[in-house]
């Protein structure tokens, strides 16, 4: 008799370039290997793909996990570091919920990993083992590519990654797009799928590796954008150039005050005493 089988997957199970995707080539011949599946005849194999929920229905799934209808500013912050993907939207909260942390509405100009963990940085107990089994299934090629990118933050593009060594990176770049871990943010430009995979690829760093990227990626800015003053200074102060670190903040500083933006140059010249005196 006709038989019918509906079998899901997520994008990031996807098999890798030169494995042959058995279920859905649909040719006959033995199963996979060691699943001790018999030999299947030619079957009609169809694909589908399920849309993400809907900020509204997202919206419903935090609702119902915190006990109580959360704020705008919090739906938005949750959103943003899950991606919108429900699993891990669960599982972000639980965290929050399981160790007493409060959301709080947020400064949009501020980082705000400190609501999620007390460092400011580590990624939640409860995502971290599904986003590193998850990082588990990549080629160490594309792993590579992931922990240098990690560093650099939200946006990056081609320019970047041949700063990293990447000569022709379209191939790695198409099979991380497909595979839900980098997402195209405008013409030539990419970045994480959300914020907490990127925490989780940056966690897999090792100290003297995240040192070394931050001060290559410095480098980088202060010959090809020197006025990001902010940002040049945030890598030199990761990379342990506390001196540098410490003018770039200034310079920041006297930018921001150019513009009007008092408290923000306030900030950076905090943070740029507070480099000195390391």
Known sequence: APLMVLSTRRS????????????????????????????VRPFDARRGVLEPLSRENLGDVVDRMLGRAASEGEHALLVRRSGGNPLLLERLVRSITKDHWELRQVNPERDVW?????DGHQVPTESREFLQAQLGRLPEEDLALLRKVSIIGSDFGLDELIAFGFSDPAELLARLV????????????????????????????????????????????IAVLP???????????????????????????EKAAGEGAMVTAADFVRSGDAVSLT
Not at 234 to 246: F, I, V
Request: without cysteine; hydrophobic residues 35%.
């Open 114 to 118: 400190d609501l999620f963990s007390p």
């Open 227 to 253: 006025g990001e003053q902010a940002r040049i200074a945030s890598h030199l102060e990761r990379a342990g150039r506390d001196a540098e670190a410490s003018a770039a903040y200034h310079k920041a500083a």
């Open 12 to 39: 990031e199970e996807t098999v890798r370039p030169g494995e042959p995707d058995w279920f859905m080539e649909g040719a006959a011949g033995p199963g996979p290997a060691g699943q001790g599946l018999p030999t």
């Open 178 to 221: 497909s595979g839900d871990y980098l997402v195209e943010s405008g013409e030539g430009r990419y970045g994480f799928a959300h914020e907490l995979l990127r925490g989780s690829v940056e966690e897999r760093l090792v100290a003297g590796d995240r040192t070394v990227l931050h001060s290559r990626f410095a480098d980088y800015l």
